[in-house]
Nanobody
Framework: QVQLVESGGGSVQAGGSVTLSCVAS????????IGWYRQGSATQRELVAE???????KYGNSVKGRFIISRDHAKNTVYLQMSSLKPEDTDVYYC???????????????????WGKGTLVTVSS
C-alpha cells in the first residue's frame, strides 16, 4: 500500500516562503504522476504542481512563477517550495500520486490514485 506523508505546513505572513515535503513509501520516480493539490473549493481539489507526462513539471495558473516542485529519489521525497505567498494561498495542501496498470482481466488500463492526509498552510496579510 502506497503511503504519502506531508509535512512543513504552518503559518506565514504574506510575501513569505514555506517548503512542503511529501515522503512516499516508494520512489517518486515510480509513479505516472506525483505532486501537490490543494483543497480549493468544497467539491474539487485544484492542481498546484506535479510531475507528469514523462517527468514534465506542470503548475496551476495561480502559482506559476512562485512555486517550484522538486523530487529526491534517494529520500523518496517530493518538495514544494512556495514563495511570494498570498492570503489566497491559504489552504490544505495534499500530496498526490497516480499509477496506471493494465488490467488483463478487464482488458483495460486502470488507474489508482493515492493521497496524503494533507497539511495546512495559513498565509496572513
Amino acid at each position: 500500500q502506497v503511503q504519502l506523508v506531508e509535512s512543513g505546513g504552518g503559518s506565514v505572513q504574506a510575501g513569505g516562503s514555506v517548503t512542503l515535503s511529501c515522503v512516499a513509501s516508494e520512489s517518486p520516480f515510480s509513479f505516472e504522476a506525483i505532486g501537490w493539490y490543494r483543497q480549493g473549493s468544497a467539491t474539487q481539489r485544484e492542481l498546484v504542481a506535479e510531475f507528469s507526462d514523462g517527468g514534465r513539471e506542470k503548475y496551476g495558473n495561480s502559482v506559476k512563477g512562485r512555486f517550484i516542485i522538486s523530487r529526491d529519489h534517494a529520500k523518496n521525497t517530493v518538495y514544494l517550495q512556495m514563495s511570494s505567498l498570498k492570503p489566497e494561498d491559504t489552504d490544505v495542501y495534499y500530496c498526490y500520486a497516480k499509477r496506471s496498470f493494465y488490467n488483463m482481466v478487464m482488458e483495460r488500463v486502470d488507474r489508482t490514485e493515492y493521497w496524503g492526509k494533507g497539511t495546512l498552510v495559513t498565509v496572513s496579510s
